[in-house]
Every structure is written in structure tokens, then in C-alpha cells.
């Protein structure tokens, strides 16, 4: 397996690593137990404070990490600042609420007392992916940290830096060895150890390949698993809407992470209306884009993040342009060194072209016009994947009955499908099972034990 740094602004590799041994990763699951035995009877606050240094830490080498993941995978260098505040957050809010999210749980049954307490499982595996190589990460790590469970990650192998980094930042904050452990494995690898009796639950964000290969490890093997997949999230403009203020926000929602992203907007489904407008104010901001480094800042949008990720993107619009598809904008590679991809907006789509179905990941829009309301949410469930969606209107009882209507695990309204610790994620069908961030995502991976007190008068 190959595990290097490749820059996707030149497409130059930077550093190879070379995967862990066998008997690197048996010592690695030896000391996750041993960690295990201790952190599981650590107090809340112990487990809060070393969330806490690992977000300071993570804030005082902002710059550094950044750069890290601007190097790695792409990202314009501010929002990879962002995906560094957006994780110190995320570790502060669970060491901040997690006692609490933890308490007891009093019942009242009808006889004697009764009540939930939870309690840790074990080691976990974490299989994270590139896009948002610490976000990812700390997603998972975080609240589970927080239970009393321990974690092994096995981290996309083009970010290898960003992994290994993690690993530093937690025992620079006084973890034990054991309680976070970065391997450097393939996919298949973390397939394999997923059957390990020793790991009690396994999180992927990633493929739906890849969610399908671990969800069945999982099933065969009795244990619990959480898949955040891909999404095709649905951007829908009701004839009502701020149609600028829809605009502004669709190039957010669509180039954010150079279109990299889970739950970027990818289906512009506008009334017909306002759809000559929409697309008209659309094409022109996404033309307006500055193309460049993302070391750059005045740089708008960036490379893709691999050679491989290009090609397939331009794949993917070559085929729905040869389907019928008509190209609005775009539509090819760039024409200078990198992992570059034209922004793109394609029109005309019908069922059984690749961008109709199949998710686009980079900077590729596809734009439908429908004739009324009922249209627009009958096409937005026409995916297999339900993670996110939008609905632009101005009336906000409509959008929140458009938003009832929408087969998805989060639906945003008069903004794109985002992210903050406090609110949960996950998604429905293809996009995967399970909850992170917020309360939910503490109580994924947790025994929640039912203990009945019964006094001794009681009968059956």
C-alpha cells in the first residue's frame, strides 16, 4: 500500500510512510487494552481535562496543522485554519458537556427503583477519510474519549501527517499510551482487524464500498458500527426565496472544500420561475472563482485533492455530457499542473446519467428546473443517499413542511447542510446509519445498563 504525501497542487509526493507491521499493530491493541483497564475508571473530569489540552494545543499550533492539511489534501489554507477551530471546538464541547450527557438516567417503574447508567465499551476502531482530516477525527474521538473508551484510527493513507499528528497532540496533552493510537494500515487491514474480538465498535466515515465492507464485518461479528457515507444533498429554491441571498450561499454550499464535502450542496433544484435568475447569478459568481494555490489566500478555489479524485470527477461529467447532459459551465479539466478540475454546472440531467445518481465530489454542480413545490421534493428524494438538503424560502412554515418531506437525516433551512458540535449528524438509505456530534453522538458507543432496585417487600 502506498501511504505518502502528495501535494494536489503539483502532484509532486512530499514524504512516504511505511505501513505498520503485524506485530506493530498486535502491540498497538495489547496497549489499548491496557489503557482501557485504567481510563474506563478515570472521573469525568479527568477524561474532560485532557479534551480540554488536547483543544488548547490544537488552537496554539493552528497555523502549523493548517498548513498540514492544506499540504495534504488541498484545502484553501483558511478553511483548513477553520477545520482546526471547528475540532478544538468540537473536543471543548464534549469535555464541557459530556458529564452531563453521562448522568444517570432515573426511571420511574412501577414498583422499587430504576435507573440508566452508562458505562464504557472498550477499543474502538475509527476508519477516517482525507476531506476534513481532524473534523473527521475528532467527531469520533472526542465524545467516545469522553465515555471512557479508547481508540484506534486507521486515517486516509494520503493524509498521513495529519494522523500522525493527532497522535502527538494527545500525548503532548498527557494521554496514556493506548487511550489514542494512529496506525498506518490499508483498507483492508482495518477490514480484517475490524473482526477482532478486542475492538467493541467501529465508526467509518467514507465509500459506500468502503461502509459496506466494514458494516458487514460488523454484522458478522455481533458488534456495533456507525457509517457516514456520501450524500447528493438537494439545494432547493422556492419561488419565494431571497434569490441572492440563495445564490450567495449555493457557491458556499457547492465550492466549500473545493466541493469535497459529504454534504455540500450538490443538486440545485430551483422553481422555474426564478430559474433563469438563479442560474444566471450562479454562473456568473462561480466564473468570477480565483483559481490557484491554496497556500495562496487570495486563492477561491483549489485542486481536488488527488490526481485520481480529478480524473474521476472529470470521469463522471464526461459521461452525462455523452448521456445528453448539456454543459452550462465548465466541464473540464484545467489546463496547468495539479489535481484541477474546471467549476462546472451541468444541465438538462435525466435519471441514468452518472450525475443525475452517483455523488460528485469537487466542483461540479448539477442544475434542475422543476414546475412547482411538490415537483422539487418528489426529485429530491429520487437518490439513493440521504444526508443533508436545503430549502431557500421565505416563508419558514412552508419550509419546514418542504423540509418534513425530505428523506434525509438533516435538512437545512435558507442555509446549506452544516456542521457545530451541538447539532447532530448523520444521515438516512445510502448516506449511512447512526448519529455524531451533539448528545447523540455520545450514545453510539456506550452500554446504557438498566439497574432495578427492588425493595424487599416486593413480589412478583
Known amino acids: 500500500m502506498s501511504i505518502q504525501t502528495i501535494n494536489p497542487n503539483t502532484n509532486q509526493v512530499v514524504k512516504s510512510f511505511t505501513e505498520s507491521s503485524p506485530e506493530a499493530v498486535e502491540a498497538a491493541m495489547i496497549q489499548a487494552e491496557k489503557a482501557f483497564a485504567i ?7 479527568s477524561r474532560a481535562n485532557l479534551l480540554h489540552m488536547v483543544a488548547i494545543i490544537m488552537r496554539e499550533r493552528k497555523e502549523e496543522l493548517a498548513a498540514m492539511i492544506t499540504l495534504e489534501m488541498g484545502k484553501l489554507l483558511d478553511q483548513s485554519r477553520g477545520e482546526i477551530d471547528l475540532s478544538a471546538d468540537i473536543f471543548d464541547y464534549y469535555a464541557l458537556n459530556g458529564e452531563n450527557f453521562l448522568d ?22 475509527g476508519v477516517e477519510p482525507w476531506n476534513f482530516p481532524f473534523y473527521q477525527v475528532a467527531r469520533f474521538a472526542a465524545p467516545n474519549i469522553m465515555i471512557g473508551n479508547v481508540v484506534l484510527v486507521k486515517h486516509a493513507s494520503n493524509v498521513p501527517q495529519c494522523g500522525i499528528a493527532i497522535e502527538e497532540i494527545f500525548k503532548t496533552a498527557g494521554a496514556q499510551n493506548g487511550i489514542y493510537t494512529n496506525l498506518l494500515i490499508s483498507g483492508p487491514r482495518a477490514s480484517a482487524l475490524a473482526a477482532d474480538d478486542r475492538i467493541k465498535g467501529i465508526s467509518l466515515t467514507g465509500s459506500e464500498a468502503a461502509g459496506s465492507s466494514i458494516a458487514a ?5 455481533l458488534k456495533k458500527s456507525v457509517l457516514e457515507l456520501g450524500g447528493n ?8 426565496a431571497d434569490i ?48 490557484g494555490d491554496p497556500m495562496d489566500a487570495e486563492t477561491e478555489l483549489g485542486p481536488l485533492s488527488s490526481e485520481k479524485a480529478a480524473a474521476d470527477l472529470a470521469d463522471q461529467v464526461q459521461r452525462s455530457v455523452d448521456a445528453g447532459a448539456k454543459v452550462a459551465l465548465g466541464g473540464k479539466r484545467l489546463d496547468r499542473p495539479g489535481a484541477f478540475m474546471a467549476v462546472t454546472i451541468l444541465t438538462d440531467l435525466k435519471p441514468g ?3 443525475y445518481s452517483e455523488e460528485l465530489f469537487g466542483p461540479v454542480a448539477s442544475f434542475y428546473r422543476v414546475k412547482d413545490e411538490q415537483e422539487a421534493i418528489l426529485l429530491a428524494n429520487d437518490s ?3 444526508l443533508g438538503g436545503s430549502v431557500f424560502t421565505k416563508d419558514i412554515e412552508r419550509g419546514k413542511h418542504v423540509a418534513d418531506q425530505i428523506d434525509t437525516g438533516m435538512v437545512f433551512i435558507n442555509h446549506p447542510t452544516w456542521t457545530t458540535p451541538e447539532l447532530p449528524f448523520g444521515g438516512t438509505k445510502h448516506s449511512g446509519y447512526g448519529r455524531e456530534l451533539s448528545s447523540l453522538g455520545i450514545d453510539e458507543f456506550v ?14
Open 353 to 355: 446519467m452518472a450525475a
Open 233 to 240: 444533498d438537494a439545494f432547493i429554491v422556492l419561488e419565494d
Open 104 to 125: 444517570d438516567k432515573i426511571l420511574d417503574p412501577k414498583q422499587g427503583e430504576a435507573l440508566i447508567r452508562h458505562s464504557p465499551i472498550g477499543i474502538l476502531l
Open 384 to 386: 439513493s443517499f440521504g
Open 447 to 460: 452500554n446504557k445498563k438498566l439497574i432495578r432496585v427492588s425493595a424487599l417487600t416486593d413480589a412478583f
Open 39 to 45: 481510563w474506563r475508571k478515570t472521573s469525568y473530569k
Open 244 to 291: 441572492d441571498q440563495a445564490v450567495n450561499w449555493a457557491v458556499i454550499g457547492r465550492m466549500n472544500n473545493t466541493g469535497q464535502c459529504c454534504v455540500a450542496a450538490k443538486r440545485f433544484i430551483v422553481i422555474d420561475s426564478v430559474a433563469d435568475e438563479f442560474l444566471s447569478k450562479f454562473k456568473a459568481k462561480l466564473t468570477d472563482l480565483k483559481v
Open 217 to 221: 464485518v460488523a454484522g458478522k461479528n
